[in-house]
């Protein structure tokens, strides 16, 4: 008995492994939109002919895309669920990815990423709480933490196809060749079971025992996990009436667009999204800037293992505070070296070094953390308001960015923009220390009754 036991639990081990890495791989996705962009604009602007101000839409018309998208996979997900909004998610990036590549003008270009854009706002809001839905307790964290390890590895994969596309300026197929993992994995979606609280909540109660069964191996562990969710499915949630209605709920919900905000104005899309500019006004020739652009991928993925070894030891807030030190004095010294110019190979290089520092301090603290604590700090009654509700943020912020850095740049200078963005950092330090709760450690009650008692934001994880 044993023995077919411990078969079992082997089996569901590998079942959960494999359909958790191919709903993370979702992340993938998500991560090469966002490279792949970067290392195209020069080609394209070159091709079409088009100034600064397009390249913007270009850029950032993926970011609308995705506001929207994030802004309707809630209903979507709930009323289809989860594993068609995936479907219908990946299919819509194949199609964007085609359309990309084969643009004819620059407003084909940028219908064709509002829909890449639709289609990772759906993702990016399904997919972490699909593998939530389906993850055993005791792996949950590690399971969505995949996930944001999976968006900086796409970023990373796309930097090294872009430099590998600008030795012959193809930026078509820079954009296009992200159909194919896009179409690999559409099809892998095919097989993915339906999240089992998903089939509760639709009263499929034994599909979700089938599915949990194959999950768990345990029919022990799957009549006690059916149960604990059909029993938090009887509180309802209540978003809105409870967002009107209750003043402390009003605070929490606000806390988690002000961290998407600070995530957002620290600077990192920035450089994600603009990085072979900002090494070719170094003064880096083309090859050069889109090596160092993979080199800032790589950089991010590295640092992105920092913050999953540490969080949960030392703590949310003290890593806040070491990564807005490191990006103010990163983000600070490139700004110095442009205002002083770079006549050297030397100054160039550690111009080069401080923007990877500030990688470094973005992907080991605000980059993970802020998702984290959006998740936390959002009472139970509430959870998927607030949470959708920080998502759209997150895609506005990223939007506002996009579109606006170029612009900066060409009216305040490259040395006066990067110090507004140092200053930015700065200036979260403050915003730390008076509104963000310390929450290692501490139970998601715990903190839900710390909130609805009207304790400071900053002491509901004490």
């Not at 970023?155 to 992200?178: C, E, H, P, Q």
Request: overall charge positive; some cysteine; hydrophobic content about 55%.
């Amino acid at each position: 008995m044993s023995a077919v036991l411990s078969s079992s639990a082997v089996q569901a081990r590998r079942h959960i492994v494999f359909t958790a890495t191919l709903a993370a791989l979702a992340g993938l996705m998500f991560g090469l939109d966002v490279g792949v962009i970067s290392g195209a604009q020069q080609f394209i602007q070159h091709d079409f002919a088009i100034d600064d101000r397009v390249i913007e839409y270009i850029v950032s018309s993926m970011m609308l895309g995705a506001t929207l998208g994030a802004a309707g996979a809630g209903w979507l997900s709930g009323h289809f669920g989860r594993k068609r909004s995936l479907i219908f998610s990946a299919a819509l990036f194949v199609i964007g990815s085609a359309l990309s590549a084969a643009a004819w003008s620059p407003g084909t270009l940028i219908g064709a990423r509002l829909v890449l854009g639709l289609a990772i706002g759906v993702a990016a809001f399904t997919a972490p709480m699909y593998l939530a839905e389906i993850a055993p307790e005791d792996k949950r964290g590690a399971m969505i933490s995949t996930y944001q390890l999976m968006i900086t590895i796409g970023i990373f994969v796309a930097f090294m196809s872009d430099t590998a596309f600008s030795y012959s300026a193809s930026w078509r197929w820079m954009l296009g060749i992200i159909a194919v993992p896009g179409a690999l994995f559409l099809l892998g979606v095919l097989g993915l079971p339906e999240s089992p609280r998903w089939l509760l909540m639709r009263g499929r109660r034994d599909e979700a025992r089938a599915v949990l069964g194959k999950l768990r191996g345990d029919d022990a562990v799957v009549t006690r996990e059916v149960a604990a969710i059909e029993e938090q499915l009887r509180i309802p949630q209540r978003g809105w009436n409870l967002f009107f209605s209750n003043r402390n709920f009003r605070r929490s919900v606000g806390l988690g667009i002000l961290l998407q905000v600070v995530q957002q104005l620290t600077g990192i899309n920035v450089v994600m999204y603009y990085a072979p500019r900002i090494f070719a006004d170094m003064g880096y020739a083309t090859s050069a800037s889109m090596w160092f652009t993979a080199i800032v991928g790589l950089t991010n993925v590295l640092a992105t293992f920092i913050a999953i070894g540490f969080v949960d030891r030392i703590g949310r807030k003290p890593i806040l505070y070491a990564g807005f030190v490191v990006m103010a004095v990163g983000l600070g010294v490139v700004g110095l070296l442009m205002h002083l110019g770079m006549a050297t190979q030397t100054e160039r290089l550690l111009a080069v070094a401080m923007l990877l520092f500030f990688v470094v301090g973005f992907a080991f603290s605000a980059g993970p953390l802020v998702w984290t604590l959006c998740s936390e700090i959002q009472p139970l009654k509430g959870r998927d308001f607030g949470i959708g509700v920080s998502t759209v943020t997150n895609w506005v912020g990223t939007f506002l960015v996009g579109v606006t850095f170029l612009t900066l740049l060409n009216h305040l200078g490259h040395a006066n923009t990067f110090w507004l963005y140092a200053g930015f950092n700065v200036v979260f330090l403050l915003f730390t220390w008076a509104l963000v709760p310390e929450t290692r450690g501490v139970t998601l009650e715990h903190i839900e009754q710390k909130l609805m008692a009207g304790q400071p934001l900053r002491d509901i994880g004490r």
